[in-house]
C-alpha cells in the first residue's frame, strides 16, 4: 500500500521527503488561529504544544531571505505575514500528525530507509551516501534520529492523503466533457500579414510626430541614475591563493576522517505484532510467534509473512536489508546490534509494537587511510579552505563597510581590491551584473547610499558578494523630441503601418465571412509568398496556411492566434467564423474556423479519468483538513517571535 501510495504521489508531485527547509504541505489555518495576545508565549494546537525552537528557526531562515530582497529593512507588514504563514504550516502539520496517530497509521523502519535513501539528496553516482546524508543533516540542524521521525510521520501523513486519492473518482459524464473540452480541434486556416509590409508606406507628417511625442512624453526621460562605486569578493579569487601541502592535507583528513569511515551494517529479519489497543495480547502473540521460530527447522521468512503486520517488509519474509544501527529505533537498533548471525531474539517492545528478529548477516565496519584517499583529499581541501578564507573575508567586508560607512577605501585597502566604478548606472543598464540584480539596484538608489553611505555585503550569488556606495545622483529629466525625433518616428512608423494591417486584415474577414475562398480574400492585399523548398518568405510576404485541424496547443502556430481561434464562437455547419489578432511582434493575422471536432475518450485511456480524480481527491483533502480546523483549539501569541 505505502509503496503504491508513494508511486502516486509521484505523478502529483506530492513527493516531498525533506524537512530541512521547512516543507510542509501548504494548508492554510488563516481564520481558525487566534492571534490575539494571550498571557502564554506558545503554540499549542489541541492542547499540544509545538517546538518553538523549531518555529523560530523557520522564521528566522525566511528571514534571512527577507533581508537580501529588502536590505535596508523588512517592511513590518511583509514580517507579519511570514510569521502567520509560518505559523500556518506547523499548525496544519500537527493537525495531520494528531489525526495519523489517532487512527493509528503506522510507517516502518523499512519505509523510512527507502525513503531516506531514495531522495537524491543523499545520493552519490546514483547510491545513497551516508556521508553525504549526515553532513546535510548536520548543516541544517538536524540529528539522524531527529529528522527520521520526521520523516516517519511525513511518511504517515502522505498515507492519510492517498487515502484520499484511492477513494476519489470521477463519473464517466464528467470524464467526456472534460475531454471533450481539452481535447478539442479547430479547422483553421490562416494569413500573416507582416508588419514589415506596411511600414514602407506609413509616412508620418510633423503634426503626426509632434503628436505623438506630445501624448507619449513620459516615456521620453532619461532614466534616474547614479554614478556606482563597487568592491567585488569571490570565492573563486580566495581559492587561487591557497596553498597545499602534505601536512595541510593530513590536517585536514584527521578533521573529516569520518566521511571515510564505512559503519558496521547488519542484515536483519523481523516479524512485526502491533500493540493496537490490547498490548498485553500483542505481547503474548509475540512470544507464539517467538517459541515458533526457535523450534529446530523453522523458517522464519515463512512466519513472518504469515504473522508480520509490517506491511512494508512482511512480504519479502520480514527483511529489513542491509541497515546501520542508526537507522532502527533505539530498542530495536540495541538488539540488532547485540545478537549473532543466525540468533533469534524477542520479544522487543518499540513504539509499534512487539518484534521477534533474526540477525541474518554483519558486514564489519572498515575505513579508508590517508594515503587510500590522498588523491580525492585535495580538491575537496582547497574548495574548503577557499569557502572558509571567503567567509572570514565577507565577515571583513561587512564588518567595514559598516563601520567605515561613508568610504569604500578602508575596505578596498584591508582587503587588497580594487574599487570599480559605473559611470552611469540605472535600472535596466544592459550586460551588466550588477544592474540585474534587484537588491544591488534597490540598494543603489535608496535613502541610505543617496545620503553618502557603503550599502551591506550584498549577495550576488554564493561566494560573490559587493558593497556599493552612489554618488552622481541624477533624477530623470524630460527629453526634447529633438533628442528623441528618431525613435518618436519609429514609433510613429510602426503604429501606422499596424493600423493599416489591422485594416486590410478586417478587409478579408469580411470577405471570408461572405463564403469567399482564402484567394479572393488575399488578393486585393497582395501576392502570398510561395518560397522555394528549403527558402524562408521575404520578411514583408504575406504568408498562408491552409485551413487544418488543430489543437489548443499546436506548435509553430502564435499563442495570440491560438487564444483567439478557440475563443471565437463555433461556426454553423458549412459556415466559417472569421476574425483578426494582432501578435506581439506588430504583425496582424486574419483567420478563419470552418469545424469543431469535440475530443473523444480512447479506448484504454484511464489518463483523463485519473486527472480529474486527483482533482476532486485535492478538493476532498481540503474539505477534511477545514473540518479538523473547525474543531482544532489553537493557541498562538505572536510574542513567541520576540
Given at each position: 500500500m505505502l509503496q503504491w501510495i508513494n508511486d502516486r504521489m509521484k505523478v502529483f508531485g506530492w513527493l516531498i521527503i525533506l524537512p530541512l527547509a521547512l516543507v510542509f504541505a501548504v494548508w492554510g489555518v488563516h481564520g481558525i488561529v487566534d492571534f490575539t495576545t494571550r498571557q502564554d508565549r506558545g503554540l499549542k494546537v489541541n492542547g499540544e504544544d509545538l517546538n518553538l525552537e523549531r518555529v523560530r528557526d523557520a522564521y528566522q531562515r525566511q528571514l534571512a531571505q527577507l533581508n537580501r530582497i529588502y536590505p535596508d529593512e523588512v517592511p513590518a507588514a511583509v514580517r507579519?505575514?511570514?510569521?502567520?504563514?509560518?505559523?500556518?504550516?506547523?499548525?496544519?502539520?500537527?493537525?495531520?500528525?494528531?489525526?495519523?496517530?489517532?487512527?493509528?497509521?503506522?510507517?516502518?523502519?523499512?519505509?523510512?530507509?527507502?525513503?531516506?535513501?531514495?531522495?537524491?539528496?543523499?545520493?552519490?553516482?546514483?547510491?545513497?551516501?551516508?556521508?553525504?546524508?549526515?553532513?546535510?543533516?548536520?548543516?541544517?540542524?538536524?540529528?539522524?534520529?531527529?529528522?527520521?521521525?520526521?520523516?516517519?510521520?511525513?511518511?504517515?501523513?502522505?498515507?492519510?492523503?492517498?487515502?484520499?486519492?484511492?477513494?476519489?473518482?470521477?463519473?464517466?459524464?464528467?470524464?467526456?466533457?472534460?475531454?471533450?473540452?481539452?481535447?478539442?480541434?479547430?479547422?483553421?486556416?490562416?494569413?500573416?500579414?507582416?508588419?514589415?509590409?506596411?511600414?514602407?508606406?506609413?509616412?508620418?507628417?510633423?503634426?503626426?510626430?509632434?503628436?505623438?511625442?506630445?501624448?507619449?512624453?513620459?516615456?521620453?526621460?532619461?532614466?534616474?541614475?547614479?554614478?556606482?562605486?563597487?568592491?567585488?569578493?569571490?570565492?573563486?579569487?580566495?581559492?587561487?591563493?591557497?596553498?597545499?601541502?602534505?601536512?595541510?592535507?593530513?590536517?585536514?583528513?584527521?578533521?573529516?576522517?569520518?566521511?571515510?569511515?564505512?559503519?558496521?551494517?547488519?542484515?536483519?529479519?523481523?516479524?512485526?505484532?502491533?500493540?493496537?489497543t490490547d498490548d498485553a495480547a500483542a505481547r503474548k502473540k509475540a512470544d507464539e510467534v517467538y517459541q515458533e521460530a526457535i523450534k529446530p527447522g523453522a523458517d522464519f521468512a515463512a512466519l513472518a509473512k504469515?504473522?508480520?503486520?509490517?506491511?512494508?517488509?512482511?512480504?519479502?519474509?520480514?527483511?529489513?536489508?542491509?541497515?546501520?544501527?542508526?537507522?532502527?529505533?533505539?530498542?530495536?537498533?540495541?538488539?540488532?546490534?547485540?545478537?549473532?548471525?543466525?540468533?533469534?531474539?524477542?520479544?522487543?517492545?518499540?513504539?509499534?509494537?512487539?518484534?521477534?528478529?533474526?540477525?541474518?548477516?554483519?558486514?564489519?565496519?572498515?575505513?579508508?587511510?590517508?594515503?587510500?584517499?590522498?588523491?580525492?583529499?585535495?580538491?575537496?581541501?582547497?574548495?574548503?579552505?577557499?569557502?572558509?578564507?571567503?567567509?572570514?573575508?565577507?565577515?571583513?567586508?561587512?564588518?567595514?563597510?559598516?563601520?567605515?560607512?561613508?568610504?569604500?577605501?578602508?575596505?578596498?585597502?584591508?582587503?587588497?581590491?580594487?574599487?570599480?566604478?559605473?559611470?552611469?548606472?540605472?535600472?535596466?543598464?544592459?550586460?551588466?551584473?550588477?544592474a540585474a540584480n534587484p537588491k544591488v539596484v534597490q540598494a543603489a538608489f535608496s535613502a541610505d547610499l543617496l545620503g553618502g553611505q557603503n550599502s551591506k555585503a550584498i549577495e550576488l550569488s554564493p561566494g560573490n558578494v559587493v558593497v556599493v556606495r552612489a554618488s552622481d545622483h541624477k533624477l530623470p529629466q524630460q527629453q526634447s523630441l529633438a533628442d528623441v525625433r528618431a525613435e518618436v518616428e519609429t514609433a510613429v512608423h510602426r503604429e501606422l503601418a499596424a493600423a493599416a494591417a489591422a485594416a486590410a486584415a478586417s478587409k478579408a474577414a469580411a470577405t471570408l465571412l461572405t463564403g469567399a475562398s482564402w484567394d479572393a480574400a488575399l488578393r486585393p492585399i497582395g501576392p502570398v509568398a510561395s518560397p522555394a523548398p528549403g527558402k524562408t518568405a521575404a520578411p514583408d510576404a504575406i504568408r498562408f496556411e491552409a485551413p487544418k485541424f488543430i489543437g489548443r496547443a499546436e506548435a509553430g502556430v502564435a499563442h495570440e492566434l491560438l487564444v483567439a481561434a478557440f475563443e471565437a464562437a463555433a461556426p454553423a455547419a458549412g459556415a466559417r467564423t472569421t476574425g483578426t489578432v494582432s501578435l506581439a511582434n506588430g504583425d496582424v493575422a486574419v483567420y478563419a474556423v470552418s469545424a469543431v471536432k469535440p475530443g473523444e475518450i480512447k479506448a484504454g485511456d484511464g489518463a483523463e479519468q485519473r486527472h480529474l480524480a486527483d482533482t476532486e481527491a485535492t478538493t476532498e483533502f481540503d474539505a477534511y483538513l477545514a473540518a479538523l480546523r473547525a474543531r482544532a483549539d489553537v493557541r498562538y501569541s505572536p510574542t513567541i517571535f520576540e
Open positions: 507579519t505575514s511570514t510569521q502567520q504563514r509560518i505559523v500556518d504550516q506547523f499548525v496544519s502539520s500537527k493537525l495531520i500528525e494528531q489525526k495519523t496517530n489517532t487512527l493509528h497509521f503506522v510507517a516502518s523502519d523499512r519505509d523510512v530507509i527507502d525513503s531516506i535513501q531514495a531522495y537524491q539528496g543523499f545520493q552519490v553516482n546514483g547510491k545513497f551516501n551516508k556521508d553525504s546524508y549526515y553532513a546535510l543533516l548536520r548543516a541544517q540542524g538536524f540529528t539522524p534520529e531527529g529528522f527520521e521521525a520526521e520523516q516517519r510521520q511525513l511518511l504517515k501523513s502522505r498515507a492519510l492523503e492517498g487515502g484520499m486519492y484511492l477513494s476519489s473518482f470521477a463519473t464517466a459524464k464528467e470524464v467526456a466533457r472534460a475531454v471533450a473540452l481539452r481535447g478539442e480541434t479547430r479547422e483553421v486556416g490562416y494569413a500573416m500579414l507582416p508588419l514589415a509590409k506596411y511600414l514602407p508606406g506609413a509616412k508620418a507628417d510633423e503634426a503626426a510626430i509632434k503628436s505623438y511625442y506630445e501624448a507619449h512624453k513620459q516615456s521620453y526621460k532619461t532614466p534616474e541614475s547614479v554614478r556606482l562605486s563597487y568592491v567585488q569578493l569571490r570565492v573563486a579569487d580566495a581559492a587561487k591563493d591557497v596553498p597545499v601541502d602534505e601536512a595541510a592535507l593530513r590536517a585536514y583528513y584527521d578533521s573529516v576522517k569520518e566521511r571515510y569511515v564505512e559503519a558496521e551494517k547488519r542484515r536483519a529479519r523481523h516479524v512485526l505484532i502491533q500493540s493496537g504469515k504473522y508480520s503486520q509490517d506491511a512494508g517488509s512482511a512480504a519479502q519474509g520480514g527483511d529489513l536489508g542491509w541497515a546501520e544501527k542508526t537507522f532502527f529505533v533505539g530498542p530495536f537498533a540495541d538488539a540488532v546490534f547485540a545478537m549473532k548471525p543466525g540468533e533469534i531474539k524477542g520479544p522487543v517492545k518499540t513504539q509499534f509494537g512487539w518484534h521477534v528478529i533474526k540477525l541474518e548477516e554483519i558486514a564489519p565496519g572498515k575505513s579508508r587511510s590517508f594515503e587510500d584517499v590522498k588523491a580525492e583529499l585535495e580538491p575537496d581541501y582547497r574548495k574548503s579552505e577557499a569557502e572558509r578564507r571567503f567567509g572570514e573575508r565577507q565577515e571583513k567586508i561587512e564588518q567595514l563597510a559598516f563601520e567605515q560607512s561613508d568610504s569604500l577605501e578602508p575596505v578596498a585597502k584591508a582587503l587588497g581590491l580594487k574599487i570599480e566604478e559605473i559611470p552611469v548606472f540605472y535600472k535596466g543598464l544592459a550586460g551588466n551584473e550588477l
